[in-house]
């Protein structure tokens, strides 16, 4: 039977699962919060699973307590010294003590004292028990799913912004927990990322995984679309494929990094991911003093270079081919392709854009 059949029982008994419960790993974690996205009508099940197998080892724990408590309190011990107590009494003035009314009581105050261990011993409390494993728990999630022709915002518990796309889905919990912060998103969103380097965000989207610290991106990975895109606006981004399924391989090894106006392509046919450029770069510099694109005989090495710092793209040329070339240009209205188009007609050039860089290549000048 398939997890998403499973029941609470199910999940108790399951190697795995319980594996989860006991020794928490980065791997077993990133599984079962991607089959619960996947399938969220299993989360009570898996919520009471995973108290059936914490209930479970606390009894086991506890054998060693409760024989002493058997030893201590058995039936037979507690109904010897209620035996001794009452043959002690004596009637004051002669009159008769009604037995039966005694022995009842005291069988009543034998069964409650009983009652009253294994409650007190087998029954959680708010006050008395604590979870011996908090990072262990299933947190609460919320769900939003915006079916509007308008953006959705939402702030999350640690202050990060999410704009929400037109039929769009995210998950996240009520408080983050553990050593990542989790969501999971259908559709498209964009992320300003509160930054905490200690508790790394992570976006799971369509087989993927986007990983950063602090920065903002946006990612499209609507259910019937064949690609998923990452695309990032400001900071250092990190994005592979899920391996869920596959816990003892590392991921991150396999997938790439993503600097301002690059973009991430992956495809769900062949799990396969490549590195772009965004298709409208923005400056990285919002304020930039426009003077940076006026050219007065200027090396095209400097207006080359005044792209990338512009727009943090790297651009890649011969420096034999194109060291002698001087520009006299004013750029400053253009976007960036349209600042390329007028650089490379001017040194007699052409440029393509490859894994997320600018390659320029020509006869030159």
Same mark, same amino acid.
């Given at each position: 039977?398939?997890?998403?059949?499973?029941?609470?029982?199910? &999940?108790?008994?399951?190697?795995? &699962?319980?594996?989860?419960?006991?020794?928490?790993?980065?791997?077993?974690?990133?599984?079962?919060?991607?089959?619960?996205?996947?399938?969220? %009508?299993?989360?009570?099940?898996?919520?009471?699973?995973?108290?059936?197998?914490?209930?479970?080892?606390?009894?086991?724990?506890?054998?060693?307590?409760?024989?002493?408590?058997?030893?201590?309190?058995?039936?037979?011990?507690?109904?010897?010294?209620?035996?001794?107590?009452?043959?002690?009494?004596?009637?004051?003035?002669?009159? +008769?003590?009604?037995?039966?009314?005694?022995?009842?009581?005291?069988?009543?105050?034998?069964?409650?004292?009983?009652?009253?261990?294994?409650?007190?011993?087998?029954?959680?409390?708010?006050?008395?028990?604590?979870?011996?494993?908090?990072?262990?728990?299933?947190?609460?999630?919320?769900?939003?799913?915006?079916?509007?022709?308008?953006?959705?915002?939402?702030?999350?518990?640690?202050?990060?912004? @999410?704009?929400?796309?037109?039929?769009?889905?995210?998950?996240?919990?009520?408080?983050?927990?553990?050593?990542?912060?989790? @969501?999971?998103?259908?559709? #498209?969103?964009?992320? $300003?990322?509160? +930054?905490?380097?200690?508790?790394?965000?992570?976006?799971?989207?369509?087989?993927?995984?986007?990983?950063?610290?602090?920065?903002? &991106?946006?990612?499209?990975?609507?259910?019937?679309?064949? %690609?998923?895109?990452?695309? =990032?606006?400001?900071?250092?981004?990190?994005?592979?494929? $899920?391996?869920?399924?596959?816990?003892?391989?590392?991921?991150?090894?396999?997938?790439? @990094?993503?600097?301002?106006?690059?973009?991430?392509?992956? +495809?769900?046919?062949?799990?396969?991911?490549? /590195?772009?450029?965004?298709?409208?770069?923005?400056? =990285?510099?919002?304020?930039?003093? /426009?003077?940076?694109?006026?050219?007065?005989?200027?090396?095209?090495?400097?207006?080359? #270079?005044?792209?990338?710092?512009?727009?943090?793209?790297?651009?890649?040329?011969?420096?034999?081919?194109?060291?002698?070339?001087?520009?006299?240009?004013?750029?400053?209205? #253009?976007?960036?392709?349209?600042?390329?188009? *007028?650089?490379? /007609?001017? *040194?007699?050039?052409?440029?393509?854009? @490859?894994?997320?860089?600018?390659? *320029?290549?020509?006869?030159?000048?």
């Amino acid at each position: 039977m398939a997890y998403h059949q499973y029941l609470a029982e199910d &999940f108790a008994a399951d190697d795995r &699962f319980k594996e989860w419960v006991h020794a928490p790993t980065p791997e077993n974690i990133r599984f079962w919060h991607n089959f619960l996205h996947e399938h969220p %009508d299993r989360f009570d099940y898996v919520e009471e699973g995973r108290r059936l197998v914490q209930g479970l080892q606390s009894i086991h724990s506890a054998e060693s307590e409760e024989s002493n408590f058997a030893a201590l309190f058995s039936t037979r011990d507690i109904w010897t010294r209620i035996e001794a107590s009452l043959s002690d009494l004596e009637s004051p003035e002669g009159r +008769k003590i009604n037995w039966n009314i005694s022995l009842k009581i005291a069988a009543s105050l034998a069964l409650l004292l009983s009652m009253g261990w294994l409650g007190w011993r087998y029954l959680p409390t708010n006050t008395i028990t604590s979870d011996p494993n908090p990072v262990l728990v299933v947190n609460k999630w919320n769900e939003s799913v915006n079916s509007a022709s308008v953006i959705m915002d939402i702030q999350l518990a640690d202050g990060t912004r @999410v704009k929400l796309g037109k039929n769009s889905h995210l998950k996240y919990p009520q408080k983050f927990e553990g050593n990542e912060r989790i @969501v999971y998103l259908t559709g #498209e969103a964009f992320f $300003d990322v509160a +930054k905490n380097r200690h508790l790394p965000f992570l976006v799971y989207a369509g087989n993927t995984v986007t990983k950063v610290l602090g920065t903002s &991106f946006e990612i499209e990975a609507f259910a019937d679309s064949p %690609d998923v895109t990452v695309s =990032v606006k400001t900071g250092r981004v990190s994005v592979y494929a $899920d391996a869920t399924d596959h816990p003892h391989n590392d991921p991150e090894a396999s997938g790439i @990094v993503l600097t301002p106006n690059q973009k991430a392509i992956f +495809k769900r046919s062949d799990a396969t991911i490549h /590195k772009a450029v965004v298709a409208k770069p923005q400056l =990285v510099i919002p304020t930039i003093d /426009k003077s940076l694109f006026v050219f007065e005989d200027m090396p095209a090495a400097q207006v080359f #270079e005044a792209i990338r710092k512009a727009y943090g793209i790297e651009v890649i040329y011969s420096e034999a081919a194109f060291g002698q070339c001087r520009l006299t240009l004013n750029l400053t209205d #253009e976007d960036m392709y349209q600042k390329l188009e *007028v650089i490379c /007609k001017v *040194v007699n050039a052409h440029y393509k854009l @490859v894994d997320g860089q600018v390659i *320029v290549y020509g006869t030159g000048c």
